[in-house]
């Protein structure tokens, strides 16, 4: 496939899927750890997904997506035609539940609730009054 054809191609993908994972391995055999870090995410947050192998054809790939989104990197994931991004952002939109908004997938359980532990902070709140405050170091 020429580079042409495959950019085109690439685009078709995207657009054809709702959400679109550009991956090294596969969901069920990832093959680096930023893989299979997204590949987590999505799962935990129960969507679905396609998921496209880009190791057969990594450079063209890469010639390809940087075209399209100026990013050259994998994973890459698409969400409705638009690249989210890499394995950090999609980490970090998940914890702030940016993530689930946009794939319209239910929020994650809210911290605090009865069957779960106190943090490390919610128990320094909730500590005795008579105990001194955590100690504030400033520059």
């Given at each position: 496939?020429?580079?042409?054809?495959?950019?085109t191609?690439?685009e078709?993908?995207?657009?054809?899927?709702e959400?679109?994972?550009?991956?090294?391995?596969?969901?069920?055999?990832?093959?680096?750890?930023?893989?299979?870090?997204?590949?987590?995410?999505?799962?935990?947050?129960?969507?679905?997904?396609?998921?496209?192998?880009?190791?057969?054809?990594?450079?063209?790939?890469?010639?390809?997506?940087?075209?399209?989104?100026?990013?050259?990197?994998?994973?890459?994931?698409?969400?409705?035609?638009?690249?989210?991004?890499?394995?950090?952002?999609?980490?970090?939109m998940a914890?702030?539940?940016?993530?689930?908004v946009l794939?319209?997938?239910?929020?994650?359980s809210?911290?605090?609730?009865?069957?779960?532990?106190?943090?490390?902070?919610?128990?320094?709140?909730?500590?005795?009054?008579?105990?001194?405050?955590?100690?504030?170091?400033?520059?």
């Amino acid at each position: 496939m020429s580079e042409p054809e495959l950019k085109t191609k690439v685009e078709e993908l995207v657009s054809d899927h709702e959400v679109l994972l550009f991956m090294k391995g596969t969901p069920e055999q990832p093959r680096c750890g930023f893989s299979m870090r997204v590949v987590g995410v999505l799962d935990s947050m129960g969507v679905e997904y396609a998921a496209l192998d880009v190791l057969p054809a990594l450079e063209p790939l890469r010639e390809a997506t940087g075209e399209i989104a100026d990013w050259r990197t994998f994973p890459q994931l698409y969400v409705k035609g638009e690249l989210v991004g890499g394995a950090d952002i999609v980490e970090e939109m998940a914890e702030s539940g940016e993530l689930a908004v946009l794939l319209g997938a239910p929020q994650p359980s809210d911290a605090g609730s009865a069957d779960e532990q106190p943090s490390a902070k919610q128990e320094m709140q909730q500590a005795d009054e008579y105990q001194s405050p955590p100690m504030q170091i400033e520059n």
